[in-house]
């Protein structure tokens, strides 16, 4: 009799191993079955695209320029930065600053150099970026004028065009 039920019970377990998968006319109630379609058949499963990579910057490592208040080294007021400048790959060459003028009016667009440009006390929104130029050179700058040629003001002082070809 023993023997009877361990034949049984191995009978059994074989059959488990053996039985088909879940049908549709198995499933639960609850489960909506999906309509076949044509392009179902014949499709090949989408491949996933790999994630985004992420990178994570401490907020007192990097900080936004956008509306920084621009100095000069003896501490003149130069403006504010309205703009950045990238060329065509993409590289960072040039800041807009909006100069002179009181509570907007008589103020203009000028640009300089990246590279004439100083981060060293940024920790803090109000902290102002160093301009290495004088208030006469800034001043003696041709006007920014959107969609004409930009004329760069240098660190060194010297004004000279960006050749780009199309």
């Given at each position: 009799?023993?023997?009877?039920?361990?034949?049984?019970?191995?009978?059994?377990?074989?059959?488990?191993?053996g039985?088909?998968?879940?049908?549709?006319?198995?499933?639960?109630?609850?489960?909506?079955?999906?309509?076949?379609?044509?392009?179902?058949?014949?499709?090949?499963?989408?491949?996933?695209?790999?994630?985004?990579?992420?990178?994570?910057?401490?907020?007192?490592?990097?900080?936004?320029?956008?509306?920084?208040?621009?100095r000069?080294?003896?501490?003149?007021?130069?403006?504010?930065?309205?703009?950045?400048?990238?060329?065509?790959?993409?590289?960072?060459?040039?800041?807009?600053?909006?100069?002179?003028?009181?509570?907007g009016?008589?103020?203009?667009?000028?640009?300089?150099?990246?590279?004439?440009?100083?981060?060293?006390?940024?920790?803090?929104?109000?902290?102002?970026?160093?301009?290495?130029?004088?208030?006469?050179?800034?001043?003696?700058?041709?006007?920014?004028?959107?969609?004409?040629?930009?004329?760069?003001?240098?660190?060194?002082?010297r004004?000279?065009?960006?050749?780009?070809?199309?």
């Amino acid at each position: 009799m023993r023997l009877r039920r361990r034949f049984s019970l191995i009978a059994a377990l074989l059959g488990l191993i053996g039985a088909d998968p879940l049908r549709a006319d198995d499933a639960p109630h609850s489960a909506t079955p999906v309509p076949a379609t044509k392009d179902t058949a014949s499709s090949a499963p989408v491949a996933k695209e790999p994630p985004p990579s992420v990178t994570i910057i401490g907020a007192r490592d990097a900080l936004g320029v956008l509306g920084r208040d621009v100095r000069s080294p003896t501490d003149q007021d130069m403006g504010h930065i309205v703009d950045v400048i990238v060329d065509l790959t993409g590289a960072v060459r040039a800041a807009v600053i909006d100069f002179g003028g009181f509570l907007g009016v008589g103020s203009r667009k000028i640009v300089v150099d990246w590279n004439a440009l100083h981060f060293g006390h940024v920790a803090n929104k109000g902290d102002s970026i160093t301009l290495d130029l004088t208030k006469e050179q800034v001043t003696a700058a041709p006007e920014y004028q959107e969609d004409k040629p930009i004329v760069v003001l240098g660190a060194a002082g010297r004004l000279s065009p960006w050749q780009f070809e199309h």
